[in-house]
């Protein structure tokens, strides 16, 4: 081996080490777990509330598990696209649930392309519901 071809497996082996550090920061941030904390996800998909029933509210899931549903129709979620990156901040946890009765989280989110910004539960339910 050559000495410029010992720089040239180092460099690709650094180049190899960076292109691992960026793959790892594509993917999402898990969900906050204490108001107050945020994370970043990609909108994994855009939807109504019920299925292919429009006028029926607003519905956005992410790659990292997360859901925000609405009654309403929002703008700005229905702005958002496949692939946008988006800040979730988890702003509110119901109080008093049953074991294991998660849903009712509510959450602020961003979206960094459009910028636009919608607060939405994780279900069309709090705790408790039906």
């Known amino acids: 081996m050559t000495r410029n071809s010992g720089v040239a497996l180092r460099a690709l082996g650094g180049a190899a080490a960076l292109m691992s550090v960026v793959a790892g920061s594509a993917s999402a941030d898990p969900l906050p777990t204490q108001v107050g904390a945020c994370a970043v996800a990609t909108v994994k998909q855009v939807e109504t509330r019920l299925e292919n029933m429009p006028g029926s509210g607003s519905a956005i899931s992410y790659d990292n598990g997360g859901y925000q549903v609405s009654y309403d129709t929002v703008a700005a979620i229905d702005a958002s696209r496949l692939g946008d990156s988006v800040k979730l901040?988890?702003?509110?946890?119901?109080?008093?649930?049953?074991?294991?009765d998660s849903r009712g989280r509510i959450y602020g989110a961003t979206n960094l392309r459009t910028?636009?910004?919608?607060?939405?539960?994780?279900?069309e339910h709090a705790c408790g519901g039906a």
């Open 89 to 100: 901040c988890l702003i509110s946890i119901p109080k008093n649930c049953p074991p294991g």
């Open 115 to 123: 910028h636009g910004q919608w607060t939405e539960p994780d279900s």
